[in-house]
């Protein structure tokens, strides 16, 4: 009885790990979209949009396959920006700003599964250098990030954290808000 007791959470344990996977090729078109609904996107710079994709360095074969399905996605701008992605290593707070400093970074993407220690890390220098912070689960954006996705069935849902979004300067419009899981 205990062995099958066992199984049994085993195999929801596992499914619930493999529901909560985001498509990223059907999740990217819905994130960057949203981000065009931002009253303040305009004023944020013109060129490309270059979203670093950011991962602890035990991550980085998770950040290789999720840069190859960003590139493989339809999406190549956003508002005639063009869209380019850049692979980093968190290390600390300074190198991740030279980073920042070195690509003019319009976003930072966290690669799911990163430490507590760097979703603060990340939030705080997202803060400093008024960045878009988007995480690819609900987590990390229920307690930090301004705008992610995670997937309900097999269609993402964007997630909104509006004091996080009004930290960085972004103002979603009413329209978005009300389709997205909003945060208060």
């Known amino acids: 009885m205990a062995v099958r007791r066992f199984l049994t959470a085993l195999i929801v344990l596992i499914a619930s790990t493999t529901s909560a996977q985001v498509d990223?090729?059907?999740?990217?078109?819905?994130?960057?979209?949203?981000?065009?609904?931002?009253?303040?996107?305009?004023?944020?710079?013109?060129?490309?949009?270059?979203?670093l994709v950011v991962s602890e360095p035990s991550q980085?074969?998770?950040?290789?396959a999720l840069i190859a399905s960003l590139k493989d996605s339809i999406v190549t701008e956003i508002k005639k920006r063009p869209l380019k992605y850049i692979a980093v290593d968190f290390s600390d707070e300074n190198q991740l700003q030279a980073e920042i400093d070195k690509h003019k970074a319009s976003?930072?993407?966290l690669v799911p599964g990163a430490s507590a220690a760097t979703i603060k890390a990340l939030w705080e220098i997202s803060q400093d250098n008024q960045l878009y912070a988007l995480a690819l689960d609900a987590e990390t954006v229920q307690s930090s990030f301004p705008l992610g996705v995670s997937m309900v069935g097999d269609k993402p849902q964007i997630i909104i954290n509006e004091?996080?979004?009004k930290a960085v300067g972004a103002r979603f419009e009413t329209v978005v808000l009300?389709?997205?899981k909003v945060i208060q």
Do not use: C, E, I, W
Request: glycine fraction near 4%; charge should be positive.
């Open 24 to 51: 990223v090729k059907a999740a990217l078109p819905v994130l960057l979209k949203v981000l065009t609904y931002d009253v303040n996107f305009d004023a944020r710079g013109a060129g490309p949009f270059v979203l």
């Open 60 to 64: 980085a074969a998770d950040r290789t």
């Open 107 to 109: 976003a930072l993407l």
């Open 163 to 165: 004091k996080s979004s």
């Open 178 to 180: 009300r389709m997205a």
